[in-house]
């Protein structure tokens, strides 16, 4: 299968900002819909945001008014920027195909992830 490949994360303070990178290697990127998510230690894996072909956008309510998902059709390219960081944001952060019938219910091909970790 593909695998989505994350990049970006790192330490950041309260209040700080982040972007994260999902490049999905293959000429079909542009017909999936591409979820991120994330998994904080001793939690579930939470959806956060998804975008569809048509460049229509979703978000959790712990996220929306603070992350932002864009995607670059000439590049393959799916990211996240992330504002006003809070500590219960601190999570390893993957990216997938969105393959459900509803957003954020079921994935394929999920990258590595990448760690965020607010503190200060």
């Known amino acids: 299968g593909v695998q989505l490949t994350e990049s970006g994360g790192g330490l950041v303070q309260p209040g700080g900002s982040l972007t994260l990178s999902c490049v999905v290697p293959t000429d079909k990127a542009n017909y999936w819909q591409i979820s991120w998510l994330r998994q904080a230690p001793g939690k579930a894996l939470e959806w956060v945001s998804s975008?569809?072909?048509?460049?229509?956008?979703f978000y959790s309510d712990s996220v929306k008014g603070r992350f932002t998902i864009s995607r670059d059709s000439g590049t393959n390219t799916v990211t996240l920027d992330l504002n006003n960081l809070k500590s219960e944001d601190t999570a390893m952060y993957y990216c997938?195909?969105?393959?459900?019938?509803?957003?954020?219910?079921?994935?394929?091909?999920r990258g590595q992830g990448t760690q965020v970790t607010v503190s200060s």
């Open positions: 975008i569809s072909t048509q460049q229509s956008t």
């Open positions: 997938a195909q969105d393959v459900g019938s509803r957003f954020g219910k079921a994935f394929n091909n």
